[in-house]
């Protein structure tokens, strides 16, 4: 146990009976008992606590470390969306400016054909005339 013998023992035994008497001798060694036995019950309960502290945190590390995955899904998913939003609005500008060109076009044919009415009345205003 702790490197001491049979014959060790003995000898101790016998120190603690000369000086503790035969009397006193049961009474200190249950007590003796008592105090080991409360030791021992103390340092299983703080290695059971340490333990179950411990694997609290092991569990927690690994809860942060899953949403971590789950944020990383989750940002190449927006990323994803966010790139889809600006083909959107890439598309949507595009289809804004074909607008804008048509509308420009038909602004310039209707000038055409307003200057075109515009000459072709005054042409034949001319004609009546004369």
């Known amino acids: ?8 023992l003995i000898l101790i035994f016998v120190v603690a009976l000369i000086i503790f008497g035969p009397e006193k001798l049961p009474k200190i060694a249950a007590s003796l008992g008592k105090a080991y036995y409360e030791f021992r019950k103390t340092f299983e309960e703080v290695k059971f606590d340490i333990e179950n502290e411990t694997q609290d945190i092991r ?5 942060l470390e899953e949403p971590g995955k789950e944020e990383a899904a989750t940002e190449n998913s927006s990323k994803e969306e966010g790139k889809g939003e600006v083909e959107k609005k890439e598309t949507d500008q595009e289809e804004e400016a074909a607008q804008a060109e048509e509308t420009q076009q038909e602004a310039e044919s209707e ?5 075109s009415f515009t000459q072709s ?5 001319g004609k009546e005339e004369k």
Request: hydrophobic content about 35%; glycine content about 8%; aromatic content about 14%.
């Open 59 to 63: 569990n927690l590390d690994l809860e």
């Open 111 to 115: 000038q055409l054909n307003n200057t």
């Open 121 to 125: 009345t005054e042409s034949q205003d």
């Open 1 to 8: 146990m702790f490197g001491i013998g049979f014959w060790e």
